[in-house]
Every structure is written in structure tokens, then in C-alpha cells.
T-cell receptor, first 116, second 113 residues
Framework: AQSVTQLGSHVSVSEGALVLLRCNYSSSVPPYLFWYVQYPNQGLQLLLK??????LVKGINGFEAEFKKSETSFHLTKPSAHMSDAAEYFCAVTSGSSGGYQKVTFGTGTKLQVIP | DGGITQSPKYLFRKEGQNVTLSCEQN?????MYWYRQDPGQGLRLIYYSQIVNDFQKGDIAEGYSVSREKKESFPLTVTSAQKNPTAFYLC????????????FGSGTRLTVV
């Protein structure tokens, strides 16, 4: 079984401040981990993914995430928030196995507000 | 440009009606998926298809049906058996498995009137 917990359904930051969105997972097998972003009334867009290579993963729009196995975490960060970063962010986990269907579990999302 | 096209963007359904949501992709992806999104609940899988002419139920398949007659197309029918169909519906595709990451369409918002 696998699960994803996103701490904080709403996060507010000032423009130019650090963005930190938290994601903790549980998985009985080595996971693949993802962050997606969703703008209002749009589909989700893949920001970045961890697939057991480098633990620090860089994505689009200046975001990055670090896989910490000991903490079962995959937090998303960006050094300086921009107004255009205001959106909802979803963390997701799959089993990472190569055979059969890999179930994807999504977190419930974190809405990021950027204050000018 | 390659991508996934969902139509219509907004759809209104009367009680007792069946409605069909369209999903077309030109990414040459093998696998396609339908998710339902409700506020505060994340995404829940309705159906998925890994190859043409084959599909599997997801976590909340009751009241929904799909077909996969072509690689590019994966339409979703919301039947009258679905008691609470008002939601945002997202279609996604992946190269073979979700481990590669999803490409999503822009969604269809279905409202019961």
C-alpha cells in the first residue's frame, strides 16, 4: 500500500520569498515521486519527478525537490516566489516497479498564494 | 504540438441522461486514464487503458463506462447510474506506465442541472 500526505492545504508566501511545499509518502517498495501543478480550470502539468537517480531533482519554472528516504519526504522548493507561481500543487507516488500496472496515489493538494 | 484534447470544456447534464466526454491524444502514448477531481479530495482514478481494446476499472468506476477502439481516443461515458456526477474530469496519458509521468488534458467540468 502507498499513500501521500501534503501538509497544509493552503500556503501563503510573499513575492520573492522561499516557497516550501511539504510532501511525505509511504510505500512498501522503492517509490517514484512526482510534483504536478494545476492552474485554475486547467489540467495538471508535470513539474518534476524522482525515479531513483539523483536525490535532488530540478524541474521547470525554477522548482526543485529533494528525495529523503530517511524522512520519507519529497518537499518542493523554490528560492524566490513569483506571482505566476500561484496555483495548486499535487504530490504523487507510484510503486516504481517495472511489471504490470503501477497505481498512482495523489495527495490532496496544496494551494499556493503569492502575496505582492 | 502534441498533446491531449478534452471536449467539451463545460458540460451540463440533466437527471437521467448519459453524457460522453471526449479525450484525444496525438502523443503516441500507449496508456490513457480518466480521473475525477473534487475539491479537497485530490484525484481519483475512474478507468485506465494500457493498450487498445483493453481497459480496467479504477477506484471509482461505478456509473461510468469507457471504450478504447483507437490508440488516440479514450471517451468516458457518465451514465445515469452515477448519482453524483458533478465534478471536474481529467484525461491523462503516459508513454507506457505512470512511472514516466502523466500528460493531462485541460479537463471537462460536468454539472448536473
Amino acid at each position: 500500500a502507498q499513500s501521500v500526505t501534503q501538509l497544509g492545504s493552503h500556503v501563503s508566501v510573499s513575492e520573492g520569498a522561499l516557497v516550501l511545499l511539504r510532501c511525505n509518502y509511504s510505500s512498501s517498495v522503492p517509490p517514484y515521486l512526482f510534483w504536478y501543478v494545476q492552474y485554475p480550470n486547467q489540467g495538471l502539468q508535470l513539474l518534476l519527478k524522482y525515479t531513483s537517480a539523483a536525490t535532488l531533482v530540478k524541474g521547470i519554472n525554477g522548482f526543485e525537490a529533494e528525495f529523503k528516504k530517511s524522512e520519507t519526504s519529497f518537499h518542493l522548493t523554490k528560492p524566490s516566489a513569483h506571482m505566476s507561481d500561484a496555483a495548486e500543487y499535487f504530490c504523487a507516488v507510484t510503486s516504481g516497479s517495472s511489471g504490470g500496472y503501477q497505481k498512482v496515489t495523489f495527495g490532496t493538494g496544496t494551494k499556493l498564494q503569492v502575496i505582492p | 504540438d502534441g498533446g491531449i484534447t478534452q471536449s467539451p470544456k463545460y458540460l451540463f447534464r440533466k437527471e437521467g441522461q448519459n453524457v460522453t466526454l471526449s479525450c484525444e491524444q496525438n502523443l503516441n502514448h500507449d496508456a490513457m486514464y480518466w480521473y475525477r477531481q473534487d475539491p479537497g479530495q485530490g484525484l481519483r482514478l475512474i478507468y485506465y487503458s494500457q493498450i487498445v481494446n483493453d481497459f480496467q476499472k479504477g477506484d471509482i468506476a461505478e456509473g461510468y463506462s469507457v471504450s478504447r477502439e483507437k490508440k488516440e481516443s479514450f471517451p468516458l461515458t457518465v451514465t445515469s447510474a452515477q448519482k453524483n456526477p458533478t465534478a471536474f474530469y481529467l484525461c491523462a496519458s503516459s508513454i507506457r506506465t505512470p512511472n514516466y509521468g502523466y500528460t493531462f488534458g485541460s479537463g471537462t467540468r460536468l454539472t448536473v442541472v
